[in-house]
């Protein structure tokens, strides 16, 4: 069995702040995708990823993230997944798997890890795990703020994984 290869589809860096990066066109000839963001200028808000442009599937997930002495888990119900959450300052990203992502036959699995280092508090790590009740393949995938735009400079790549 040959070993899974990240392959480089798209890598979108902002030269000047965007309400959301659109990647379209995705080709479906890879077994995963994994989603690479890098956000800059988020104060207090909110990662969310769109996919398809669906803004009326409600998609459930679950969360946890701790700081060392605390820790919080959570449930979400939204039509976006939250990527993570960035506060003023905080350097940091967030990278999700997207399984099965062109599959016709089945819904779609999305594991997502994120980090926030706001050098003095509020540093924390999570993960987050969510289901796309859909079975269309994913062809489009959007990054927005829940609040605000992305800022210049901020990152996102995308691979697939070769399967």
Do not use: C
């Not at 207090?44 to 605390?70: C, H, K, M, Y």
């Not at 926030?116 to 509020?122: D, E, H, I, L, Q």
């Amino acid at each position: 069995m040959p070993t899974a290869t990240y392959i480089p589809l798209a890598t979108i860096t902002l030269s000047s702040s965007a309400a959301s990066v659109n990647m379209a066109s995705i080709p479906n000839t890879y077994k995963d995708l994994i989603l690479v963001i890098d956000p800059k200028g988020l104060a207090g808000n909110w990662v969310q990823v769109e996919f398809n442009n669906d803004t009326s599937t409600v998609i459930p997930g679950v969360r946890a993230l701790g700081d060392g002495s605390t820790t919080i888990s959570q449930t979400q119900n939204n039509a976006f997944i939250d990527a993570g959450f960035f506060n003023s300052g905080a350097v940091g990203n967030t990278i999700l798997q997207i399984m099965d992502y062109s599959a016709t036959d089945k819904h779609k699995t999305v594991l997502n890890r994120w980090n926030n280092n706001a050098g003095s508090g509020a540093n924390y790590v999570a993960m987050a795990a969510f289901r796309y009740p859909v079975t269309t393949a994913i062809s489009s995938i959007r990054v927005k703020s829940n609040s605000g735009n992305l800022a210049s400079g901020t990152t996102v790549n995308l691979y697939g994984i070769a399967g």
